[in-house]
């Protein structure tokens, strides 16, 4: 039987939160973490699936064109990749028997679920000789991860497919476009785990499509006070009214102006971001952007607004939560030569000392996914 090693990477986003699904740019980096998938082909079309991590029980099921949900099962993102290529080929597809390993910290916003996600469709198409584009397979992905009930954007599915060694992304959606981002040639990435666990499956899913639904209602008021009819995401009212700051002052006071004020105005970093000139004035819109984040979208914590304080008090350029928010891990820019006192502080304020590589640490950018056959 043919064997292949899959990998995925996690990403962790530099700027541009909450803007996917109101279709409006991120930029994200692939990071040198990442899942891996031990492959085996299958005669049937059952998936067999084990997992390294500790106290995590193997599962199975039969890839069809409508694979049942098991509540609370890790296997559910392989078997929304697996549903979603199995409808995309319209022919009985084979499975295979994986065991999946991951130096990854999982719910903690670097994407781990989309990775396995990732992951686990590079599987199914190793098994069977399919080959997808790029692009195509990160909109395929992104539809999959549905499956799971997040209203997600397409971010986290790129930039794992996506990602180019040494490179960030600028992508844009709707159509999907990714453009390869040089950071700036003295800084390092540092990723800074604030332990509290941003699990998608409960009350952060909830708090995330909350927010989805209050930009969608947010974009009817906008629409309403700017006596206008526009398609059905922020992009498009932005689009259509690019001095769109009057119209969020016509809104109501509460969560869906600042919703809008928060994607509408992070839009804007995100472009200001790819057009900066020097680290400096990367790093500073990082920092509007966590203020944004906290303030606006209220997806920070405590914890991570320390973790961002102590960074930026030790001498980071930008420092702000990264991915959807919670808890998990916030994102630090710094100069390479200010990377070890940053690290320092951190771990003497927020962990006690303690901190290890797993919660703790720089990311290179890193390439996308792939698959070896063995
Ligand atoms: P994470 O950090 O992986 O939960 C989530 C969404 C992204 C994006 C960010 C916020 C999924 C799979 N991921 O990321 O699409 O909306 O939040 O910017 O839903």
């Given at each position: 039987m043919r064997k292949f090693r899959v990998y995925a990477p996690g990403r962790v986003n530099l700027i541009g939160e909450h803007t996917?699904?109101?279709?409006?740019?991120?930029?994200?980096?692939?990071v040198d973490k990442r899942i891996t998938i031990e492959v085996e082909a299958r005669d049937d079309n059952k998936?067999?699936?084990?997992?390294?991590?500790?106290?995590?029980?193997?599962?199975?099921?039969?890839?069809?064109?409508?694979i049942p949900v098991v509540q609370r099962d890790?296997?559910?993102?392989?078997?929304?990749?697996?549903?979603?290529?199995?409808?995309?080929?319209?022919?009985?597809?084979?499975?295979?028997?994986?065991?999946?390993?991951?130096?990854?910290?999982?719910?903690?916003?670097?994407?781990?679920?989309?990775?396995?996600?990732?992951?686990?469709?590079?599987?199914?198409?190793?098994?069977?000789?399919?080959?997808?584009?790029?692009?195509?397979?990160?909109?395929?992905?992104?539809d999959a991860e549905r499956y799971v009930g997040t209203k997600g954007g397409g971010m986290d599915q790129c930039a794992i497919i996506m990602s180019r060694e040494g490179?960030?992304?600028?992508?844009?959606?709707?159509?999907?476009?990714?453009?390869?981002?040089?950071?700036?040639?003295?800084?390092?990435?540092?990723?800074?785990?604030?332990?509290?666990?941003?699990?998608?499956?409960?009350a952060a899913k909830r708090e995330y499509n909350r927010r989805v639904e209050g930009c969608r209602k947010g974009l009817d008021m906008l629409k309403k006070a700017a006596g206008i009819d526009c398609g059905p995401y922020l992009r498009d009212f932005k689009v259509a009214v690019p001095d769109y700051m009057p119209y969020i002052?016509?809104?109501?006071?509460?969560?869906?102006?600042?919703?809008?004020?928060?994607?509408?105005?992070?839009?804007?970093?995100?472009?200001?971001?790819?057009?900066?000139?020097?680290?400096?004035?990367?790093?500073?819109?990082?920092?509007?952007s966590h203020e944004s984040c906290a303030n606006l979208y209220k997806i920070s914590t405590p914890?991570?607004?320390?973790?961002?304080?102590?960074?930026?008090?030790s001498g980071a350029l930008g420092a702000r939560l990264t991915g959807a928010g919670f808890g998990g891990?916030?994102?630090?820019?710094?100069?390479?030569?200010?990377?070890?006192?940053?690290?320092?502080?951190?771990?003497?304020?927020?962990?006690g000392g303690n901190a290890t590589e797993n919660v703790l640490f720089t990311v290179r950018p890193s390439g996308g996914a792939h698959v070896k056959e063995e």
């Open positions: 996917d699904y109101n279709m409006l740019p991120v930029m994200p980096l692939a998936v067999r699936l084990a997992n390294t991590a500790v106290g995590t029980a193997d599962t199975s099921f039969v890839i069809s064109d409508n890790w296997g559910n993102y392989a078997r929304a990749a697996s549903q979603a290529l199995s409808k995309w080929a319209g022919k009985p597809l084979k499975g295979f028997n994986g065991t999946v390993s991951s130096n990854l910290p999982s719910a903690s916003g670097l994407s781990s679920s989309s990775a396995l996600l990732v992951a686990s469709a590079l599987a199914v198409m190793a098994v069977n000789d399919i080959h997808m584009e790029g692009l195509a397979f990160a909109d395929l992905a992104a490179y960030a992304s600028k992508i844009d959606f709707d159509p999907l476009k990714v453009t390869p981002v040089r950071l700036p040639e003295d800084v390092d990435i540092i990723v800074a785990n604030s332990m509290v666990k941003a699990e998608k499956s409960g002052a016509k809104m109501p006071v509460g969560d869906e102006r600042d919703f809008c004020e928060h994607v509408l105005t992070e839009a804007d970093r995100v472009e200001a971001a790819f057009a900066a000139s020097s680290a400096e004035e990367l790093g500073y819109l990082m920092n509007l914890e991570l607004d320390k973790i961002v304080r102590v960074a930026r008090e891990c916030a994102v630090v820019m710094a100069r390479k030569s200010d990377v070890p006192g940053v690290l320092d502080a951190l771990n003497k304020e927020y962990y």
